[in-house]
């Protein structure tokens, strides 16, 4: 329903912006309806940009649902390679006796 609206909505706008770019060629006035072309292009790039925010945190809601939560961080410098972990050698070279 609301991407059939969407659809109509975006051929109106169309048809007055090709109604606008045909008056100007008749007119010569390559100026002629400039702030309605202005209103209709803000309104969609402000409709695009809401859109896209709504898009963006939905995602990031999904991920956050289905990413499990770390409760327990103490195995979190535990691996081979990680450079926090004391070995026996920088042990003492580094006063943690």
Request: aromatic residues 2%; proline residues 4%.
């Amino acid at each position: 329903m609301a991407s059939e609206r969407l659809r109509v909505r975006l051929e109106q706008r169309e048809a007055v912006l090709r109604i606008l770019d045909r008056r100007r060629a008749q007119t010569g006035d390559p100026n002629l309806g400039w702030g309605m072309e202005k209103k209709i292009l803000d309104l969609e790039l402000a409709d695009l940009e809401t859109t896209t925010g709504i898009q963006e945190r939905t995602e990031r809601t999904a991920i956050r649902s289905i990413r499990p939560m770390r409760t327990d961080t103490s195995s979190r410098h535990q691996g081979v390679n990680c450079p926090f972990q004391a070995t026996p050698h920088t042990r003492g070279s580094l006063g943690l006796d």
